[in-house]
Structure formats: C-alpha cells, structure tokens
C-alpha cells in the first residue's frame, strides 16, 4: 500500500515537474538574453528596461504591487468559479434540449465577440463606480465561454460504440450520462480550466482600464508608464505574469489530482511516443 503511494506521489512530482520546468528554463534563457541585449547595444531606459531594473522596482514595491495582485487576482477568481460552473451547467442544459443549444450556442459566439471595453463600460454605467461587480462579470463571461464550447463537445462526442454497448444492456439515459459522457468531457472541461484560468487573470486587468476603483493591476500598468516609470510599470507587468502562471498552475495541479491516472496515461504515451 505505501509502496503504491509513494509509486502515485512520484509521478504526479514527474508530471509537475514536466510541466514547471522547462517554462523555467525557458524564462532563465530568455531573461539573459533580455539583460545581456541592453547592456550590449546600450538601450536606453524609455525604450526597454532592463531585468534587473524590473526586479529591482519589483522588489521594492513589493507591498503595493502585492496588493494590487490581490485585487485582480481576487476579480479573477470569482470570474473564474462562478464561469466555469455556469458554463458546465448550461452543456448539460443544451445536451438535453437541442433546441435550446441551437438558440444559446450562437448565441454565447456573438456575445463572446463583443469588445471587452463595449461591454466593460455597460456594466460600469450599472453598478456604482467603487464596485468591482463589472470586472467579475466580464470574467465570467469570457469564462464561462470557453468551458460551455469545451465540455459541450466532451458530452458529445463520446465513442459511438460506448453509447451502443450501453443501450444494449437497456442502460438509461441517465445512466449513459454517468458512465460514458462525463467521465469522457473531464480532460475537456480540464482543458477548458486551462485555458481560462490565465485568460481570466488578463481579462480581470484589462476590465480595469475602462473605469472602476483604481486599485488593481491594470490601472497601476497604464498610470506608471504614462507618468514615464517604465521599470515600475514593468515591475507590475511582472507581477500579472506571476498572477497569471499562479492560476494556470491552480489548474494543471487541480487536473493532476483529480484525475491522476488518466494523467499519468497521457504522460506514458507522449514519452513512448504512441
């Protein structure tokens, strides 16, 4: 038994491990250059700051780029909950009533193409100015999108011979539910998280440019740079990066412990090559 744990904490460590390392290295390479490129043609501050000026700023305003962080992030994170709930609510709706998937489908397609500024300032013009209501809606929105598109097509497109073997043991609809097309759209939903989770954080400051309490990262990015503090506004640059890595790793870790042998599958066959 504990040689089993261990066998399973081993390879989720091996799987992240995949996953975290080579962006890091990666990141280390690029940043390098980055410092090295400055330094060697003699770029100027106003054009492109240096790393280690960035870190520098990063470092020093620690504090309020921190607490900017937790103000998008904390936009994000509710976006991101209340979407993604939403969005595997209504797959379910719509693989029930086609009709309604042939009405909402197109639907959800036209809204998600709105500019984020158009919709951002109708829902500024809703709630009070200091609310952070509008951000979090826009989060939801954009969302709950790409995990209605995702899961929708996982409870659809499950193997036709599945379905079959089901009806001939006079299973329910109920019951194929249960057994083939869910546990088939969880690696859909999962990269539907993956995909959201990090658009989630982008949407959250970018919602910020167009109004609202001036207190989160996007305000903080544009007002710096406009005053000509480059490295301060590349220091809160760095920190929607980090918020950003944060939440996709939220995801990719939240996938390994779910669903850990199917992980652990697809990990196998990339390395074998199947």
């Known amino acids: 038994m504990s040689d089993r744990g261990s066998g399973t904490s ?46 520098g700023r990063f470092l020093d305003n620690f504090d309020l780029i921190w607490a900017a962080m937790r103000v998008s992030g904390a936009n994000a994170l509710i976006g991101l909950l209340v979407g993604a709930i939403l969005g595997v609510a209504m ?62 097509r996982g409870l659809r497109q499950v193997d036709a011979t599945h379905v079959e073997l089901m009806k001939s043991y006079a299973a329910s609809d109920w019951t194929v539910l249960r057994l083939v097309r869910v546990p088939n ?5 999962f990269t539907a998280l993956k ?39 590349w220091a809160y640059v760095g920190g929607a990066c980090l918020l950003g890595l944060a939440f ?3 995801a990719v870790v939240l996938e390994m412990v779910v669903t850990p042998r199917g992980a652990g599958d697809r990990a196998e066959r990339g390395r074998s090559g199947a």
């Open 10 to 55: 081993a390879l989720r460590t091996a799987q992240l491990a995949q996953v975290v390392l080579p962006p890091v290295v990666f990141g280390v390479l690029f940043f390098g250059a980055w410092e090295l490129l400055v330094a060697a043609f003699d770029i100027k501050p106003y054009f492109l700051v240096p790393p280690s000026d960035i870190l």
């Open 91 to 152: 797959s379910f709706v719509l693989l029930r009533f086609r009709v309604l998937d042939e009405i909402v489908t197109p639907l959800s397609i036209a809204l998600n193409a709105v500019p984020i500024f158009v919709l951002v300032a109708v829902f500024n013009n809703m709630f009070a100015i200091t609310s952070e209501v509008p951000r979090r809606l826009m989060v939801t929105l954009v969302v709950y999108f790409v995990v209605l598109v995702n899961v929708a």
């Open 185 to 189: 759209a969880i690696p859909y939903f």
């Open 195 to 233: 995909i959201a989770a990090p658009l989630a954080v982008i949407t959250a400051f970018v919602s910020e440019y167009f109004g609202g309490s001036q207190n989160g990262l996007g305000n903080k990015i544009t007002s710096n740079l406009a005053t000509s503090k480059k490295a301060e506004g």
């Open 248 to 250: 996709y790793l939220f």
